[in-house]
């Protein structure tokens, strides 16, 4: 191997201040054990939780997750210092989920757009097996709501994003879920009942946007819109979330915000209302 070749290891011993002779195996195990944290933790961490959680000095851990940053397996939310997954873990899911990460930055401008004109945290997420995916947020800078890591996967029923997906989702998929009685109550407010769930489907169908009323967190709420393709299918979600008093106090200004700029992203994918095809009724 070269000395390029050598610079171009994902986490090398170097990187990481470590003696070479102890071999490459016991630092790609470091470099995974980071992988494997930070993707349990809900909301990123900090350098010295990281540092402590796998036993090894801050300037050791620094390092390393300056390497993997690098290569795009971490990263960095700049406004509270703490590190996440990075979009490259979600490619190495497969194609699909690749074409979902090129789409978030493609919808980026729409994102920026509308955190700007709400005041508030947006995101994008795109729906896999009764859960969401967080591809994408976009912070106004005045948002006081909570962090939520990019690549982080959260039950649908308990999101707005997960509900307005869940409402344009095929029937039999959605009878799935409803079937299953698994559904955790995260909150005095997370809908469980299969019932109650199925309306709340239904009303989100009808007005065309879901509201979160502090189901998944109690003090955050989220107001979410789906995005349709050319051929009327829904393939991703968008939101503004704030705390609760912010969502309940501004839910019909929020909605007309957030249904408007999801209307512009559905037809930069070539979208025309009366095709859409989505079948839960």
């Known amino acids: 191997m070269s000395s390029n070749d050598n610079a171009d290891v994902l986490v090398n011993d170097e990187a990481i201040g470590?003696?070479?002779?102890?071999?490459?195996?016991?630092?790609?195990?470091?470099?995974?054990?980071?992988?494997?944290?930070?993707?349990?933790?809900?909301?990123?961490?900090t350098l010295s939780a990281i540092a402590e959680a796998i036993d090894l000095p801050l300037s050791t851990t620094h390092r390393m997750l300056k390497a993997l940053m690098a290569h795009g397996y971490v990263e960095q939310d700049l406004r509270t210092r703490w590190y996440e997954l990075g979009m490259k873990v979600l490619e190495l899911r497969g194609p699909a989920v690749t074409q979902s990460v090129r789409m978030a930055g493609e919808l980026r401008p729409f994102l920026q757009a509308l955190a700007g004109r709400s005041g508030l945290r947006c995101h994008l997420a795109i729906y896999r097996g009764g859960r969401v995916i967080y591809l994408d947020r976009v912070d106004s800078g005045t948002s006081s709501t909570a962090y939520v890591p990019l690549g982080v996967q959260a039950p649908a029923y308990s999101t707005a994003l997960g509900k307005v997906l869940l409402a344009h989702a095929p029937e039999d998929e959605v009878e799935l879920l409803l079937a299953a009685n698994d559904r955790q109550q995260f909150t005095p407010n997370t809908i469980t009942d299969r019932e109650t769930l199925r309306e709340e489907l239904r009303l989100t169908r009808r007005r065309g946007y879901a509201v979160d009323h502090g189901e998944s967190a109690e003090v955050r709420s989220c107001v979410g819109a789906p995005v349709f393709d050319y051929r009327g299918s829904a393939i991703a979600a968008i939101s503004v979330a704030g705390t609760v008093d912010e969502i309940e106090s501004r839910e019909r200004e929020l909605s007309d915000m957030v249904l408007e700029t999801a209307r512009k992203i559905s037809a930069h994918f070539g979208y025309r209302e009366a095709s859409s095809a989505s079948a839960f009724v």
Do not use: F, N, Q, Y
């Not at 470590?18 to 990123?44: C, N, Q």
């Open 18 to 45: 470590l003696d070479s002779g102890k071999g490459g195996i016991r630092t790609l195990e470091r470099a995974l054990a980071v992988l494997e944290l930070l993707g349990t933790a809900d909301w990123g961490m």
